[in-house]
C-alpha cells in the first residue's frame, strides 16, 4: 500500500484552517490529522472538539483526532459527536486503554493506540486484536517542528510483523526522512511543519518526489 500523507493542522495558521482545509483538498490530500493537547499530558493547549465540529462543515477528509490529554475517558463521547472519523488515544494516557479502545469502536469510529518513543512498543501486544490503528509518535509529542528519532522506525517494522491494521508514524516526517518512513512500512506519515512552512504545493511535489 503506498504511504498516505496525513497533513497536521498544528503547523497551519490557526485563523485561515477552513480555507486551508480547502486547499488541502485541491491537493488530492484527503485526510486531516487533528493534534489535541490539554496543556497537562503535553504542556501546550491547541484546540477541542468545537473547532473538529467547525471543521467538519468545510471538509470531507478522514479526520483522525490523535488526543494527547491526559484523561481521555471524558472526551470520547465529544469528540466521537464532532465528526471525528478515528479517535487516538496515548497508551500512556490511561490504565484503562482496552476499556477505552473498545469503547471507541462501540461510538462507531476507528480506535487508535499512540506511544511515545520511550514506550516499549512491545506494550502494544496485548491490543494487536483490539486497536484499529498503531500511531508510533517519532518525535516527543507536544510540538511541532522536531527532528525525528529514527530508532522508533523499528517499532513500525515490528507492527507491520504483527498487524494488518494500518500503522501510522507522527513527527519529523520530512523529505529527508520519508523515504525512510515507507521502508520501514508505514501506511500513515503526519506531516505537518514540512508541509506547512512555505507553500504546501510545493513541499507536497518535494515529499512525492521523495517517495517517488
Ligand atoms: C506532535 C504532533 C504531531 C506534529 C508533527 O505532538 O502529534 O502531529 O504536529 O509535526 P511535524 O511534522 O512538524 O514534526
Ligand atoms: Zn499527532
Known sequence: MPLTIAPSILSANPGRLSQTAARLAEL?????????????????????????????????????????????????????????????????????????????????????????PGTPVEMLSPLLDTAELFLVMSVNPGWGGQAMIPACLDKVRWLKERTDEPVMIDGGVNARTIADVAAAGADLAVVGSALFRGDPAANLAELRAALA
Open 28 to 116: 488530492g490530500l484527503d485526510h486531516l490529522h487533528l493534534d489535541v493537547m490539554d496543556g497537562c499530558f503535553v504542556p501546550e493547549i491547541t484546540f477541542g472538539a468545537s473547532l473538529v465540529r467547525a471543521l467538519r462543515d468545510e471538509s470531507d477528509a478522514v479526520f483522525d483526532a490523535h488526543l494527547m490529554v491526559a484523561d481521555p475517558a471524558r472526551h470520547l463521547e465529544t469528540f466521537a459527536e464532532s465528526g471525528a472519523d478515528w479517535i487516538t488515544l496515548h497508551y500512556e494516557a490511561t490504565p484503562h486503554i482496552h476499556r477505552l479502545l473498545t469503547r471507541i469502536r462501540q461510538l462507531g469510529k476507528k480506535a487508535g493506540v499512540s506511544i511515545n
